[in-house]
């Protein structure tokens, strides 16, 4: 049970800002957002993650709304190398277990 | 060295056959992670280490048997699979505790 909803796909233009949302409505206190991506015939990749509040890195950033109940990730200028499949996945904190539980991801497509 | 290396890259095997698939990294991670991704669908966490010691085995038939030798090394000893086990197998690997995965680029597994 992954316990994030994203949207199947998404489209964006090249060199444009893509928001992609994700809802985490039944998430812990403890628990962080984490962000992957995963481009055709390769491992996943990490991307970013965080706990309250908003994140950046060289990558992309992370917004987090101040409920939990959901995030955005955010690319400032799309690119062609950013098509992949973006999984949003909450990183359980329970006892000694931070294994990571992949729901279904936002395929996004970035057209030229 | 920021890298989980796999091998083999792509590996054929028949249903009698015994196999293994071998990861290795070298980035002093005390966590390592197989996962199992079939087609067109999300990654899905078969066994968790934490410490060279096995943390989580996600009901995994018996004929997949994880063994980690080491803290740098991780194996997958494969045994009477079925076609239906035919699939990329991910190994991922991370600091214990609330933190990024890195993963490699997988092993393409058909069993015929």
């Known amino acids: 049970d992954a316990k994030t909803t994203q949207p199947n796909s998404m489209e964006s233009n090249e060199e444009e800002p893509v928001h992609l949302p994700c809802n985490h409505s039944t998430i812990s206190g403890t628990d962080y957002i984490h962000w992957y991506r995963q481009l055709p015939s390769q491992g996943p990749e990490y991307v970013i993650h965080?706990?309250?509040s908003n994140v950046n890195n060289r990558m992309a950033s992370l917004a987090i709304a101040e409920d939990r109940k959901s995030s955005t990730l955010i690319l400032h200028r799309a690119t062609l190398r950013d098509a992949a499949v973006y999984y949003c996945?909450?990183?359980?904190?329970?006892?000694?277990?931070?294994?990571?539980?992949f729901g279904k991801g936002t395929l996004l497509t970035v057209n030229p | 060295d920021t890298e989980v290396t796999q091998t083999p890259k792509h590996l054929v095997m028949g249903m009698t056959n015994k196999k293994s698939l071998k990861c290795e990294q070298h980035m002093g991670h005390r966590a390592m992670y197989w996962y199992k991704q079939k087609a067109k669908k999300p990654p899905e966490l078969m066994f968790v280490?934490?410490?060279?010691?096995?943390?989580i085995n996600e009901s995994v038939p018996s004929r997949f048997s994880p063994e980690c030798p080491n803290s740098s090394l991780l194996n997958l000893h494969l045994h009477a699979l079925q076609p239906e086990d035919s699939a990329l197998y991910l190994c991922?690997?991370?600091?214990?505790?609330?933190?990024?995965?890195?993963f490699g680029s997988g092993t393409r597994l058909t069993v015929v």
């Open positions: 280490y934490s410490y060279e010691k096995l943390s």
């Open positions: 965080g706990l309250t």
């Open positions: 996945i909450r990183q359980n904190s329970g006892g000694s277990n931070y294994k990571l539980t």
């Open positions: 991922a690997s991370s600091q214990v505790g609330l933190t990024g995965y890195t």
